[in-house]
């Protein structure tokens, strides 16, 4: 088959390369592609908002099938005019993109079909923006205005001051420096944040493994708004909530759709927080987040070429979405100054001997191959590991080696879980002793501790959770009692919340044995083995999340 992809960011060149491994696959364009793509494919320079030039290039070259990833062709009904076309397409039409082209749209899509959001208002008039905002600004500490349109991230504003408020207000229906003359006003709304992809169609929702997006341009979240610096997959702090999220986020979503004859077929991707009240939709994209698209699809072991077409055909149910356990972590590397000014036409070096990432280009090109910056995100550093932890270092190992003038990434993307060990009686792990005892080593030269790796709770509240939970036994945050190289750690039951005083947490606890210097290797290693025995035959499961040890 023959393939158009319609973009130049690194979420193209990730789902291209992940195209390019389908069997069905002989030829991929991207219009108009970057510097990297030209490897996946043949870049043809037609712009995405190019509808007529996009149509023509089809029909003359034949393609069999065109997948589109940024949301303006899309909202300019480039699926309608393939379509009508007879041409294949992926993406929702014109009348379902509106869910991300119009966020007052979208609010009321979620209200009347049931989907938790925060309260809000839509309006063109000033003075009722302002009134509102007071409102909300008297009843919590900051308020959201969202301007109505499709402004690349970069048309949301949280304000914690009216005068703020005001400013932005103005700028948005006064001035109108965000296309259209009308805004959303909405609760803020406090908790953690995460993304959630679906494959959908008329029939069916399946979705695709979480992911966590970092849209500050600063650390620690400071700072504007970004297309996102950076992912993860999975999201671990989601992980409590899949079966809640199907049940009340995406199948009141797939109801929502049949209930109002929409036609979506494509991927529906869906900003949520998880707050104390509960989970809720921040907003709905209706194609591919970027930089998730990057994290994701390398979990994904499934032909991407068949489920896009399966969906594009009505026929999701059919298609099998199958999985790896791998944890993937995706760095942008950027210019200088964005989300605002900055320059472009700077050589990148140093990008070819890379070892374990895997590059996707986004602002690129090739000049008299010489390949230069030419956006404001420049390269996605993709990592792809057993655990967090190595991802973390390779992807960060290989942010420093590429080199271009002005080069800048954020240095905190990852999970931030914390941990903490409590010491248990050995005496209390039957199992263990009597596999010390089998191995012969000696049980003094064994301990047994229950780690505990947390998210989302401050330093104060981290101490008070170690306090509780481990009473009057020793308790570490960091376990350099033992020797560490030979500490193997093995996860069983994982029990969330239950043992949680705080709400909305991530709480995972796993049993670590450390052994001290004097157990030889050979011992070590049959230990080891015999665990893992005893594992396979509980809960029990290989520690593969944490990551982060602060
Ligand atoms: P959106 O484009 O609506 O997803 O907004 C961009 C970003 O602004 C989100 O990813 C959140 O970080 C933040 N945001 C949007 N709406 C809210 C809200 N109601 N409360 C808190 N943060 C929000
Ligand atoms: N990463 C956010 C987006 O693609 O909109």
């Given at each position: 088959?023959?393939?158009?992809?319609?973009?130049?960011?690194?979420?193209?060149?990730?789902?291209?390369?992940?195209?390019s491994?389908?069997?069905?696959?002989?030829?991929?364009?991207?219009?108009?592609?970057?510097?990297?793509?030209?490897?996946?494919?043949?870049?043809?320079?037609?712009?995405?908002?190019?509808?007529?030039?996009l149509?023509?290039?089809?029909?003359?070259?034949?393609?069999?099938?065109?997948?589109?990833?940024?949301?303006?062709?899309?909202n300019?009904?480039?699926?309608d005019?393939?379509e009508d076309?007879?041409?294949?397409?992926?993406?929702?039409?014109?009348?379902?993109?509106?869910?991300?082209?119009?966020?007052a749209?979208?609010?009321?899509f979620?209200?009347?079909?049931?989907?938790?959001?925060?309260?809000?208002?839509?309006?063109?008039?000033?003075?009722?923006?302002?009134?509102?905002?007071?409102?909300?600004?008297?009843?919590?500490?900051?308020?959201?205005?969202?301007?109505?349109?499709?402004c690349a991230?970069?048309?949301?504003?949280?304000?914690?001051?009216?005068?703020?408020g005001?400013?932005?207000?103005?700028?948005?229906?006064?001035?109108?420096?965000?296309?259209?003359?009308?805004?959303?006003?909405?609760?803020?709304?406090?908790?953690?944040?995460?993304?959630?992809?679906?494959?959908?169609?008329?029939?069916?929702?399946?979705?695709l493994p979480?992911?966590?997006?970092?849209?500050?341009?600063?650390?620690?979240?400071?700072?504007?708004?970004?297309?996102?610096?950076?992912?993860?997959?999975?999201?671990?702090?989601?992980?409590?909530?899949?079966?809640?999220?199907?049940?009340?986020?995406?199948?009141?979503?797939l109801?929502?759709?049949?209930?109002?004859?929409?036609?979506f077929?494509?991927?529906?991707?869906?900003?949520?927080?998880?707050?104390?009240?509960?989970?809720?939709?921040?907003?709905?994209?209706?194609?591919?987040?970027?930089?998730?698209?990057?994290s994701?699809l390398?979990?994904?072991?499934?032909d991407?070429?068949?489920l896009?077409?399966?969906?594009?055909?009505?026929?999701?149910?059919?298609?099998?979405?199958?999985?790896?356990?791998?944890?993937?972590?995706t760095?942008?590397l950027?210019?200088?100054?964005?989300?605002?000014?900055?320059?472009?036409?700077?050589?990148?070096?140093?990008?070819?001997?890379?070892?374990?990432?895997?590059?996707?280009?986004a602002?690129?090109?090739?000049?008299?191959?010489?390949?230069?910056?030419?956006?404001?995100?420049?390269?996605?550093?993709?990592?792809?590991?057993?655990?967090?932890?190595?991802?973390i270092?390779?992807?960060?190992?290989?942010?420093?080696t590429?080199?271009?003038?002005?080069?800048?990434?954020?240095?905190?993307?990852?999970?931030?879980?914390?941990?903490?060990?409590?010491?248990?009686?050995?005496?209390?792990f039957?199992?263990?002793?009597?596999?010390l005892?089998?191995?012969?080593?000696d049980?003094?030269?064994?301990?047994?501790?229950?780690?505990?790796?947390?998210e989302?709770?401050?330093?104060?509240?981290?101490?008070?959770l170690?306090?509780?939970?481990?009473?009057?036994?020793?308790?570490?945050?960091?376990?350099?009692?033992?020797?560490?190289?030979?500490?193997?750690?093995?996860?069983?039951?994982?029990?969330?919340?239950?043992?949680?005083?705080?709400?909305?947490?991530?709480?995972?606890?796993?049993?670590?044995?450390?052994?001290?210097?004097?157990?030889?290797k050979?011992?070590?290693?049959?230990l080891?083995?015999?665990?893992?025995?005893?594992?396979?035959?509980?809960?029990?499961?290989?520690?593969?999340?944490?990551?982060?040890?602060?």
């Open positions: 088959m023959k393939i158009l992809i319609v973009g130049s960011g690194a979420r193209e060149h990730a789902i291209g390369e992940k195209i491994q389908s069997p069905m696959c002989d030829k991929i364009y991207f219009a108009p592609g970057n510097g990297g793509t030209g490897k996946v494919g043949e870049n043809v320079d037609i712009k995405v908002t190019d509808l007529d030039g149509v023509a290039f089809a029909e003359k070259n034949k393609i069999d099938f065109t997948i589109v990833g940024p949301e303006d062709p899309l300019l009904g480039l699926v005019v393939f076309k007879g041409l294949k397409i992926f993406g929702p039409r014109k009348e379902s993109a509106r869910l991300e082209g119009s966020k749209f979208a609010k009321d979620m209200v009347r079909h049931n989907i938790a959001t925060g309260q809000y208002i839509e309006t063109s008039n000033l003075n009722q923006a302002i009134d509102f905002t007071k409102k909300l600004l008297d009843e919590s500490s900051k308020a959201v205005i969202k301007a109505d349109g499709l991230g970069k048309g949301v504003f949280i304000v914690d001051n009216l005068s703020d005001e400013k932005y207000l103005r700028r948005i229906l006064k001035t109108g420096d965000y296309g259209i003359k009308k805004v959303i006003i909405e609760e803020f709304l406090e908790g953690f944040e995460m993304s959630l992809i679906a494959f959908v169609d008329n029939h069916t929702i399946k979705m979480t992911s966590k997006d970092h849209k500050n341009i600063f650390d620690k979240d400071q700072g504007l708004n970004t297309g996102g610096m950076g992912t993860y997959s999975p999201n671990i702090q989601a992980s409590p909530y899949l079966a809640d999220l199907e049940e009340e986020i995406l199948n009141p979503f109801k929502g759709i049949q209930a109002d004859k929409m036609d077929r494509g991927v529906i991707f869906i900003g949520l927080m998880i707050t104390a009240d509960g989970i809720k939709v921040l907003e709905f994209n209706t194609r591919f987040g970027d930089p998730e698209t990057q994701i390398n979990r994904l072991d499934s991407l070429l068949d896009m077409i399966k969906t594009s055909e009505d026929k999701l149910a059919e298609a099998d979405l199958v999985f790896n356990d791998k944890k993937v972590l760095l942008i950027a210019s200088a100054g964005y989300p605002e000014s900055y320059k472009k036409g700077y050589e990148i070096s140093n990008i070819h001997q890379l070892e374990g990432v895997k590059i996707y280009h602002g690129t090109k090739l000049e008299d191959d010489k390949l230069v910056t030419a956006g404001g995100r420049v390269l996605s550093v993709v990592a792809i590991e057993d655990s967090f932890e190595e991802a270092n390779k992807a960060y190992k290989a942010a420093e590429i080199d271009f003038e002005g080069k800048y990434y954020r240095t905190d993307i990852g999970p931030q879980v914390q941990r903490f060990y409590i010491e248990e009686d050995l005496g209390d039957e199992e263990i002793e009597k596999l005892e089998k191995n012969n080593i049980k003094s030269k064994i301990k047994v501790y229950s780690r505990y790796d947390y989302n709770l401050n330093q104060e509240e981290g101490k008070d170690c306090k509780t939970l481990a009473g009057n036994k020793k308790s570490f945050y960091n376990l350099k009692a033992f020797d560490l190289q030979k500490t193997f750690e093995k996860a069983l039951v994982v029990d969330l919340e239950k043992e949680a005083e705080f709400e909305n947490m991530y709480l995972e606890k796993s049993l670590v044995l450390a052994s001290s210097k004097e157990v030889n050979n011992d070590f290693i049959n080891k083995r015999a665990l893992l025995e005893i594992l396979q035959g509980s809960d029990g499961k290989l520690l593969g999340v944490p990551t982060k040890i602060s």
